[in-house]
Structure formats: C-alpha cells, structure tokens
C-alpha cells in the first residue's frame, strides 16, 4: 500500500519537479548536490533524477521531533 506522499510524486523525479515540490530553486538544489546534502540521485543520461524513495526517505530525516 502507498502513503499519500506516494501517491503524489512519480517514481523519479526531474530537478524541476522536485524543486517544485520543495518550492526551492533548481540552483538550490544544484548547490546542494555539490555539498553533498540533500537526498541521494541519480545521474542517468545525463539528467538528475531523484528516485521518489530516497526524497521521502530524506523528509522523514528532516522532520523536528514534535
């Protein structure tokens, strides 16, 4: 079964649509991928992907205890 955050995102997504998502710049998220922070990706063909998993993954770590 999938959680609603599943539901929402594609299997992969661009830098586009995940910036989107995150309502940040895709230089943001550039910047982030030099410094080594931010969810695992993928370099497939010359784009960057980010596998759905690894974002959601990724925002469970980011959560503040509350």
């Given at each position: 079964?999938?959680?609603?955050?599943?539901?929402?995102?594609?299997?992969?997504l661009?830098?586009?649509?995940?910036?989107?998502?995150?309502?940040?710049?895709?230089?943001?998220?550039?910047?982030?991928?030099?410094?080594?922070?931010?969810?695992?990706?993928?370099?497939?063909g010359?784009?960057?992907?980010?596998?759905?998993?690894?974002?959601?993954?990724?925002?469970?770590?980011?959560?503040?205890?509350?």
């Open positions: 079964m999938t959680s609603p955050d599943q539901a929402e995102l594609p299997p992969r661009t830098e586009r649509e995940l910036s989107e998502h995150w309502r940040v710049t895709t230089r943001t998220l550039q910047r982030w991928r030099a410094e080594g922070f931010g969810p695992r990706w993928l370099r497939i010359g784009r960057i992907l980010y596998p759905r998993d690894e974002v959601l993954a990724y925002e469970r770590r980011q959560r503040e205890p509350g």
